[in-house]
């Protein structure tokens, strides 16, 4: 069984900023890229930033230069670094790994999404 936590989530006034975490558990093998995404009210899910397991990054343009992700391979973590926020990030945040099991299987996992919320 392999489980994704985020954390961080809450309410912060526009301009703040805020970071988020996901950590990884349970039968892992290796964890090849990993992500954020968010789903606002009424919209779709979309992709904010995703990293490979060699560091490479890649950003929506609504994000690039105020969000940066980073991870840690040692403790299976993925990070969301937000800055100078807006109401229009206001959203559920979704973390999202590919992982390879111990079993020899690879799978996509999400987590179960944490609130941000931006607003005075």
């Known amino acids: 069984q392999v489980q994704l936590v985020e954390s961080g989530g809450t309410l912060v006034q526009p301009g703040g900023s805020l970071r988020l975490s996901c950590a990884a558990s349970g039968s892992i093998f290796g964890i090849y890229a990993m992500g954020w995404y968010r789903q606002a009210p009424g919209k779709q899910r979309e992709l904010v930033a995703t990293?490979?397991?060699?560091?490479?990054?890649n950003y929506a343009d609504s994000v690039k230069g105020r969000f940066t992700i980073s991870r840690d391979n040692a403790k299976n973590t993925v990070y969301l670094q937000m800055n100078s926020l807006n109401p229009e990030d206001t959203a559920v945040y979704y973390c999202n790994a590919d992982i390879l099991k111990r079993s020899g299987r690879r799978t996509d996992y999400w987590g179960q999404g944490t609130q941000v919320t931006v607003s005075s």
């Open positions: 990293i490979t397991s060699g560091g490479s990054t």
